[in-house]
T-cell receptor, first 114, second 116 residues
Framework: SQQGEEDPQALSIQEGENATMNCSYK?????LQWYRQNSGRGLVHLIL?????REKHSGRLRVTLDTSKKSSSLLITASRAADTASYFC??????????????FGKGITLSVRP | KAGVTQTPRYLIKTRGQQVTLSCSPI?????VSWYQQTPGQGLQFLFE???????NKGNFPGRFSGRQFSNSRSEMNVSTLELGDSALYLC???????????????FGNGTRLTVT
């Protein structure tokens, strides 16, 4: 079953605009991660936020986590055509917290128009 | 450092056959996970190996199996293939010592399996 549910399912924006993607999950988690996938290729890790963190930045990425609402958001600022990809949130909810079994959402398709 | 390498990149098999997929993790990574990706079900966890031991297993039938070797390389095997097994199979490695949490996964580009 899917733990994470992203929304929107698809997002189309103009280059230079900001893109905001949301993820909701159902159970308590150890951490939440965002990954990017270009068509037909493997996933690339973008950012990880631990359950005791509320906000994290990495370059043009900003992720927030609200454990009370069981939700997270990923903001990509000043988007580029190269950001066009599918984005997935993934949660680690194992009792061991070993990050060895992630549950992924179905993904958001982001299209950035030049 | 070389990334995660999966072979073969593409595979076409017939129903009833079996298949073995291979994954070489990033040097020094001891954890290897396998995921199945399909348009309908999305990304689903198959299993994870650490130091040659299966540590976690997803909800897949026994036809799906795996193993890890002493050099951390891993293989997964699917026996008695069904049409529904057609998918992109992704391997991911992680540097993960005992009690080490929050290590991101590094994915290979996957093996695209088509069952006819």
């Amino acid at each position: 079953s899917q733990q994470g549910e992203e929304d929107p399912q698809a997002l189309s924006i103009q280059e230079g605009e900001n893109a905001t993607m949301n993820c909701s999950y159902k159970t308590s988690i150890n951490n939440l991660q965002w990954y990017r996938q270009n068509s037909g290729r493997g996933l690339v890790h973008l950012i990880l936020i631990r359950s005791n963190e509320r906000e994290k930045h990495s370059g043009r990425l900003r992720v927030t986590l609200d454990t009370s609402k069981k939700s997270s958001s990923l903001l990509i600022t000043a988007s580029r055509a190269a950001d066009t990809a599918s984005y997935f949130c993934a949660t680690d909810a194992t009792s061991t917290g070993a990050n060895s079994k992630l549950t992924f959402g179905k993904g958001i398709t982001l299209s950035v128009r030049p | 450092k070389a990334g995660v390498t999966q072979t073969p990149r593409y595979l076409i098999k017939t129903r009833g056959q079996q298949v073995t997929l291979s994954c070489s993790p990033i040097s020094g990574h001891r954890s290897v996970s396998w995921y199945q990706q399909t348009p309908g079900q999305g990304l689903q966890f198959l299993f994870e190996y650490f130091s040659e031991t299966q540590r976690n297993k997803g909800n897949f039938p026994g036809r799906f199996s795996g193993r890890q070797f002493s050099n951390s390389r891993s293989e997964m095997n699917v026996s008695t293939l069904e049409l529904g097994d057609s998918a992109l199979y992704l391997c991911a490695s992680s540097w993960m010592g005992q009690g080490e949490y929050n290590s991101p996964l590094h994915f290979g580009n996957g093996t695209r399996l088509t069952v006819t």
